[in-house]
């Protein structure tokens, strides 16, 4: 039995040619700005980091045991997916030859 294993690489700024839907793509988008998300205290006095979905819906990511903490995991978040966001333009050249 023979297997064919082919990998594609596409250099095109082309939205379509990611794979990645359309609503994942503006749900990222919006997860990307600080100004979707904030940090609630819990009643067992742990801080809580949550973004405001497309809907209008508050979702929970994570829980820790300081503001700044949290805070540090939301600038993660963010920094996460803006780089998703970056490769959906397609690969990036790191380095060339002569």
């Known amino acids: 039995m023979t297997f064919i294993y082919k990998t ?3 250099t095109t700024n082309s939205f379509e040619n990611s794979g ?3 609503e994942t793509r ?4 919006h997860i990307a700005e ?3 998300w904030r940090i609630v205290q ?4 742990f801080y809580q980091a949550e ?6 819906d ?3 990511v994570t829980r820790r045991e300081t503001i700044e903490s949290t805070e540090k995991c939301i600038d993660g978040s963010i920094e996460h997916y803006q780089k ?5 333009q397609g690969p990036k050249v790191v380095k060339t030859f002569e």
Request: glycine share 6%.
């Open 20 to 22: 990645v839907p359309e």
């Open 51 to 56: 973004y405001i979905d497309l809907d209008g």
């Open 34 to 36: 600080k100004k979707n």
């Open 8 to 10: 594609y690489c596409s």
């Open 84 to 88: 998703k966001l970056d490769f959906l």
């Open 58 to 60: 508050w979702v929970d």
């Open 26 to 29: 503006k749900l990222w988008e």
């Open 42 to 45: 819990l009643p067992n006095g």
